[in-house]
């Protein structure tokens, strides 16, 4: 819902802030008082093109900004986009027309490209005008309508078609790529069999380049250990012979004779401690020794290893962790390019099980699409029969037909002006003032099964007038029982029934603002409206045109022609 609408610079509107509440809001006033600027500005919310002759001569922009009450999907589309609501839950929108042409728009206080506005507000704003009258004759939005009435969700369906394509898809590829499939299969065997055949393990290559390093060295290593065992152990602990006894004896017998007095005894405790040290030294350098590589053969064992793994790097990734990501994805792919007879047959008869889904789902779809669309028919030919067309008819066609993204279905709207005419296309058998009542009688039927939007009409009761103004404004005060609706009229008998009245004034020939009407600055609207000039008759028709309007508002109602009151 919209809460609030601030418009400056658009058009001969300087500024002006209309607070707007549930129901019906009617926006009335003079030619060229501005009333379509607002309209205008509504649909630079919605994402619509920015034009900037339409700010005011003088200004260097034009600023639209709304608060909207958004529900689950709009406030998700909002906030991922990096919007917030504000203090009130709310969520600002705003688009800025500088004379330049260029424009940009805000969401929830994050600028954001005009698409996103229109994503935002496709669940929350609808806008129904003259030219808006091309989406009643697109196939797809007849479609969408019957859809919408039926309440059918075409998640599943979408699913199966889309798997079903893909596969297809798949099948044609392999079958018309058969050569370069089995070309491509062989590549990829070869160097899948070549990979195996070196089995590389990841993280090798840095333990392989360590391993390399010790054995390149291992000569000068076991020297050094050698040396320091002699030295610590003596020269016996290898086979030979050493007059100067080592260092274990020496400290052993440093610390044996030792003792007799405190200090002396301290002295020799710690001597015996690094004793035991220089013990654990030594048995680490033992395993140290007896882990050194002795075959003669290792080093070339390793060095060709290496040569192995760089050989997979140069052809296949940068390192051997991307080879074997690599070789995982060659797998992959060769499994799904698999060009057999017995791979072709398979995949066959997965597309043909794909088929018999989309159709199995797709007819129980249309089914329900044929129920609904007769009953669809007969609720918008009984409210047409209010609006000043009392012998339409208009007949949802559905005719099943190859599955298609939105189902089997092709859905047409026709409409005979009488019941001996013949029913054509909508938007060949009605006329605008026609069509405009047709779009209106759709959204009084639909408003029961997708409450809660915004609606917007922009003199839909254009070229009527009388009794068929007067169930005009009927039809939008009970579409205003679901939704928020705002009406652009110029017909009294529709403004009466309104639960807010904006005023549109020129205060200058320059110069609009908006005015909340009510009491008796309302009755004198709806007299300038009905008689051109507010006098005693003109206030007392208008007078009783608003009450009799307003106590049919009051009075709770189904949405039906025939049981709105005289």
């Known amino acids: ?25 009617v926006l009335t006033g003079e030619t060229g008082a501005g009333k379509t600027m607002v309209v205008t500005g509504l649909r630079l919310l919605t994402g619509g093109r920015a034009d900037a002759s339409r700010i005011r001569n003088g200004a260097r ?22 919007g917030e609501a504000d203090e009130n839950g709310e969520f600002i929108a705003s688009r800025t027309v500088a004379s330049s042409g260029r424009s940009r728009a805000h969401l929830g206080g994050r600028a954001v490209p005009a698409a996103t506005l229109a994503s935002f507000s496709q669940g929350l704003l609808t806008i129904h005008g003259q030219n808006d009258q091309l989406r009643l004759r697109a196939p797809e939005q007849q479609r969408e309508a019957l859809d919408r009435y039926a309440r059918i969700d075409l998640g599943p369906y979408r699913q199966a078609y889309r798997e079903w394509k893909e596969l297809q ?30 089995d590389p393990q990841p993280g090798e290559e840095e333990e392989l380049a360590a391993l390399v390093r010790r054995l390149q060295d291992v000569d000068g290593l076991r020297e050094q250990a050698t040396t ?16 100067a006894d080592p260092a274990s004896t020496l400290l052993g017998r440093a610390a044996h004779a030792l003792h007799g007095d405190p200090v002396l005894d301290e002295l020799g405790q710690r ?89 199995a789902l797709g007819t129980r779809i249309s089914k329900a699409r044929r129920r609904a669309a007769t009953e669809l028919g007969a609720a918008v030919s009984e409210e047409l029969h209010g609006l000043a067309m009392p012998k339409a008819r208009l007949i949802v066609d559905v005719r099943v037909g ?16 009488n019941p001996e005419a013949p029913a054509r296309p909508v938007d060949a058998a009605a006329s605008g003032g026609e069509l405009s009542r047709v779009m209106l009688a759709l959204e009084v039927i639909l408003a029961g099964v997708s409450p809660g939007t915004t609606l917007v009409f922009d003199e839909v009761d254009a070229g009527v007038g009388g009794r068929a103004a007067m169930e005009i404004g009927r039809r939008l005060a009970r579409l205003g029982q679901h939704n928020q609706v705002i009406a652009v009229t110029h017909l009294p008998q529709v403004a009466a029934y309104a639960d807010t009245h904006l005023h549109v004034a020129k205060d200058d020939t320059v110069t609009s603002g908006v005015e909340v009407l009510t009491g008796q600055r309302r009755v004198e609207e709806l007299a300038r409206m009905l008689a051109g000039l507010v006098d005693a008759t003109g206030l007392a028709h208008a007078a009783e045109l608003l009450e009799r309007a307003q106590e049919f508002s009051r009075a709770p109602s189904p949405l039906s022609g025939e049981n709105a009151p005289p």
């Open 228 to 243: 320091a065992l002699a030295a610590i152990d003596g020269a016996e602990a290898f086979g030979e012979t050493d007059e």
């Open 61 to 82: 922009k034009a600023v639209v900004e709304g608060r909207f009450v958004a529900g689950a999907e709009s406030a998700a589309i909002a906030e991922e986009a990096g």
């Open 271 to 359: 001597l015996s401690g690094i004793t035991s040290a220089l013990g654990e030294i030594t048995a680490e350098l033992g395993t140290f020794l007896s882990d050194l590589p002795t075959d003669p053969d290792a080093l070339e064992t390793a060095l060709q290893r290496q040569f192995q793994l760089k050989t997979l790097t140069r052809k296949y990734a940068p390192d051997i962790n991307g080879v074997i990501a690599w070789r995982d994805k060659a797998r992959d792919r060769l499994e799904r390019m698999d060009t057999s007879t017995e791979a072709l047959e398979e995949l066959k008869r997965k597309v043909a099980a794909a088929h018999e889904e989309v159709l």
């Open 169 to 198: 898809r798949d099948l044609r590829r392999r079958t018309e790529s058969r050569r370069e499939l089995a070309q491509e299969a062989d590549r990829l065997e070869f160097a899948l069999k070549e990979i195996a055949e070196v």
């Open 1 to 25: 819902m919209l809460a609030e609408l601030t418009i400056e610079n658009l058009g001969v509107i300087p500024q002006a802030t209309a607070e707007l509440s549930e129901g019906l809001t």
């Open 402 to 417: 190859d599955p298609g993204p939105e189902g089997l279905d092709e859905v047409a709207l026709l409409l005979a002006a």
